[in-house]
């Protein structure tokens, strides 16, 4: 069974500081995606990542993938508060349809 | 395009009762699936389809159907609502077998009291 874990699960930081969200997955995989959801809102897409090494970048936000390792992170570099929001990471089987396993998000609030 | 669109937004409903969450796609994709969302455990897969006439179980599926006659809609049904069905429920769908993402719809918040 494909488990995801991702940490830390709340995130408080100041703005224009850097941090780094973790998402671990159980089983091997070379499909990782990034979702961002605000509060009462739908998931908006963030990243897609399709192999070993990818590294995808848009704005203040990174997102790399080491399947070796079966991490992905997702960097926020000089967070502004508009980045305030909770973050999901999720998993596609290679065995699977589609089908995704998600991790339980970090929450992360920006502060002035 | 309209993307994903669900109905109804949000529903109360008295234990026992039935209804019909409904999912409608314009972009001709494949793959449907419904997710619930409950706090603090992500989004949870309970059905999904590869296409008309084709579903299948994901990891919560009990207490739900699902049916897929044509390619853009995929409806939610709950035939005697719990309270632990309480949840968002959001539809999303994709290519299959591709290298896009996800198209999630806006959800419908459930109240089963």
């Known amino acids: 069974e494909l488990k995801v874990e991702q940490n830390p699960l709340f995130l408080s930081m100041q703005e224009g500081k850097n941090y780094t969200i973790y998402c671990n997955y159980s089983?091997?995989?070379?499909?990782l995606y990034w979702y961002r959801q605000d509060p009462g809102k739908s998931l908006e897409s963030l990243f897609v990542l399709l192999s070993n090494g990818a590294v995808k970048q848009e704005g203040r936000l990174m997102a790399s993938l080491d399947t070796k390792a079966r991490l992905s992170t997702l960097h926020i570099t000089a967070a502004v508060h508009d980045l305030s929001a909770t973050y999901f990471c999720?998993?596609?089987?290679?065995?699977?349809?589609?089908?995704?396993?998600f991790g339980t998000g970090t929450r992360l609030t920006i502060i002035p | 395009n309209a993307g994903v669109t669900q109905t109804p937004k949000f529903q109360v409903l008295k234990t026992g009762q039935s209804m019909t969450l409904q999912c409608a796609q314009d972009m001709n994709h494949e793959y449907m699936s419904w997710y619930r969302q409950d706090p603090g455990m992500g989004l949870r897969l309970i059905h999904y389809s590869v296409g008309a006439g084709i579903t299948d179980q994901g990891e919560v599926p009990n207490g739900y159907n699902v049916s897929r006659s044509t390619t853009e809609d995929f409806p939610l049904r709950l035939l005697s609502a719990a309270p632990s069905q309480t949840s968002v429920y959001f539809c999303?769908?994709?290519?299959?077998?591709?290298?896009?993402?996800?198209?999630f719809g806006p959800g419908t918040r459930l109240l089963v009291l």
């Open positions: 999720a998993v596609e089987s290679n065995f699977g349809n589609e089908k995704l396993t």
């Open positions: 999303a769908s994709s290519y299959s077998d591709s290298e896009e993402t996800q198209y």
């Open positions: 089983t091997t995989s070379d499909r």
